[in-house]
């Protein structure tokens, strides 16, 4: 059973009964949550968090470490070293504000 039959976006109206869905159109999914303000089915934020976990996972193998994550200000606080994996050098001329180090 997949994500979009077990976790319907709106249990009032499933929207697994709705023929766009049967018929495996994407462009429903991605417009359900707009008409209905509900979560989608791959929220960023969601998104964001699964991957954090497994960066850190990766941080802390690379290192040896246990690592000790602050999730509000998105940072190691026991190891500058790990700290400093969480992002990388740009090549030039790229530049994201922020980010430099």
């Known amino acids: 059973m997949g994500l979009a039959e077990s976790t319907p976006i709106n249990p009032e109206v499933p ?12 462009s429903h999914t991605s417009c359900t949550p707009i008409k209905t303000r509900a979560l ?3 929220d960023i934020e969601i998104g ?12 802390a193998f690379r290192t040896g470490q246990k690592l000790l994550w602050d ?4 940072k190691i606080t026991n190891s500058r070293e790990a ?5 990388r ?8 504000a922020g980010m430099e180090g």
């Open 40 to 42: 989608p089915a791959g």
């Open 71 to 74: 999730a509000k200000a998105e």
């Open 89 to 96: 050098q740009y090549r030039a001329p790229w530049k994201l």
């Open 83 to 87: 700290n400093g994996l969480l992002t």
């Open 15 to 26: 929207y697994y009964q709705d023929a766009a869905f049967r018929n495996g159109s994407s």
């Open 48 to 59: 964001h968090r699964s991957t954090a976990t497994c960066l850190l996972g990766n941080i």
